[in-house]
């Protein structure tokens, strides 16, 4: 993979989230579940369908940023009425590495195309309003090595920056902070300047990081 593509910012679930609605007597149980792979999605399938052995429809869809890969399934509904109802749930969030999955106790009563697309959409709706979101933003890490006089120059601005920082106190006080990428030029100037150029400032590398939208 290509590392363009492995540090591309996405939006993605951090902890699940479930619904449950009744319609003309049929259950419908959504569950919205972090994953990173096929292999994770199918077997958070496969623990759904066992805890649900009794249920007619095991329907999802999830979408996975490696690759830009969708999946979706019907499980024996009509087709287009279940898998691409949820599909269209997390495209239209933009939500990726993410599975939804929405299980039908059948009440009895017949619901037609357009009452199952409906239904499996709110049950996945649901699901996904009650997980947590969190943006993989592009972060930059630093270490920045200062003498103690210029710590504590540069202590108000750490403290009211909010970045995550480490620091580890010998001869010299060495700081490794995360730095969301767009902000780091401007807060290693503002480094550079509150230490009259004296901090030595080296780059660790790039990484993605989860940013709580809805916490």
């Known amino acids: ?14 902890s699940a989230g479930e619904s449950e609605i009744v319609i003309n007597k049929s259950r419908f149980l959504g569950y919205c579940l972090p994953v990173a792979s096929e292999a994770q999605a199918q077997e958070a399938l496969s623990a759904i369908r066992k805890r649900h052995y009794d249920a007619r429809h095991c329907c999802y869809a999830f979408r996975l940023a490696q690759g830009g890969i969708a999946r979706s399934s019907d499980d024996g509904e009509p087709s287009g009425t279940a898998g691409a109802p949820i599909l269209s749930v997390l495209n239209g969030a933009e939500v990726e590495n993410a599975l939804i999955a929405v299980v039908r106790y059948f009440g009895g009563v017949l619901l037609g195309t357009g009452g199952l697309v409906r239904a499996y959409g709110r049950a ?3 699901a996904l309003e009650h997980a947590a979101i969190a943006r993989m933003q592009l ?5 920045v090595a200062v003498s103690y006089p210029s710590y504590h120059a540069l202590e108000p601005l750490l403290r009211t920056s909010g970045y995550p920082c480490e620091a580890d106190y010998g001869e010299r006080v060495t700081l490794t902070l995360l730095l969301p990428e767009e902000e780091a030029d401007a807060f290693i100037a503002a480094i550079t300047q509150r230490t009259d150029g004296s901090a030595a400032i080296e780059p660790l590398g790039l990484s993605l990081e989860a940013v709580p939208l809805n916490p």
């Open 139 to 143: 972060c930059r890490s630093i270490r």
């Open 124 to 126: 996945a709706s649901e």
């Open 1 to 14: 993979m290509q590392d363009s593509e492995r540090l591309r910012p996405f939006q993605t679930i951090y």
